[in-house]
């Protein structure tokens, strides 16, 4: 079942989701939104583990199956915007420590 507000639809699973990630930084000590104003949340987790995915090389078919979409296309767009965000880190992440210097994340 989804509940309705102002940004968007959260279904109630999410915020089963949201309440456990809220916790759990708090336990650790880890600030939900960071210096730069980028907020950890659970659609930010759910991105990331696409962007390892399609970084990683796993095929579409299985990337929509881990990711739960019932739609090729949707797992398409998400491993599309992925495989640009991970260029992007892994140019950082090469150009940082072939530096030496400390390696910049998105």
Do not use: N, Y
Not at 69 to 84: F, G
């Amino acid at each position: 079942r989804c509940l309705s507000d102002w940004s968007s639809d959260v279904c109630s699973s999410d915020l089963g989701l949201i309440r456990i990630l809220d916790r759990d930084l708090e336990m650790a000590g880890i600030a939900k939104t960071d210096e730069r104003g980028r907020t950890l949340d659970v659609h930010a987790l759910r991105t990331t583990f696409c962007t390892l995915l399609s970084v990683g090389g796993v095929a579409p078919r299985t990337a929509q199956s881990a990711m739960r979409h019932s739609d090729i296309r949707t797992t398409m767009q998400d491993l599309h915007r992925s495989e640009t965000t991970g260029r992007a880190w892994g140019a950082r992440f090469f150009a940082g420590a072939a530096a030496g210097g400390r390696i910049e994340t998105i």
